[in-house]
Structures are given as C-alpha cells and as structure tokens.
C-alpha cells in the first residue's frame, strides 16, 4: 500500500525522535495527576454507559 503523499526524498531527522535515557530516568512522575486523570477516566466512562442504557 503506497501513502500519496509520500516524499522518498525527505530527510528523516533522528534526533526528533530519540529520547535519551537519563531524560527518563530523571523524570518525577506526578502521582496526583496520574491519579486524577484515571479517576476521571473511569466517571465519564460510567456516565456515558449510563447515558447509554437511558438510550435503549
């Protein structure tokens, strides 16, 4: 399968897409956030199941 827009002759630039391990071991993850965003995650969830069934 051919993209239609695909150019041979562009350049890939690397170093766009590399990430570099110490970039991810010094990462501090934030907990709170992570946490709030599955909490919400999983309401809207629920809501549109709810919302759903209400449909049927």
């Known amino acids: 399968m051919e993209t239609p827009n695909h ?4 350049i890939f ?3 766009l897409y590399t990430i570099e391990w110490s970039d991810i071991e010094n990462t501090e993850i934030d ?3 992570y946490l709030n965003d599955i909490e919400n ?3 809207q969830d629920i809501e549109n199941e709810i ?3 209400d449909i049927y």
């Open 13 to 15: 630039d690397e170093d």
């Open 31 to 33: 907990y709170d956030h």
């Open 51 to 53: 919302l759903e069934e």
């Open 41 to 43: 995650f999983f309401r």
């Open 7 to 10: 150019n041979p002759e562009m």
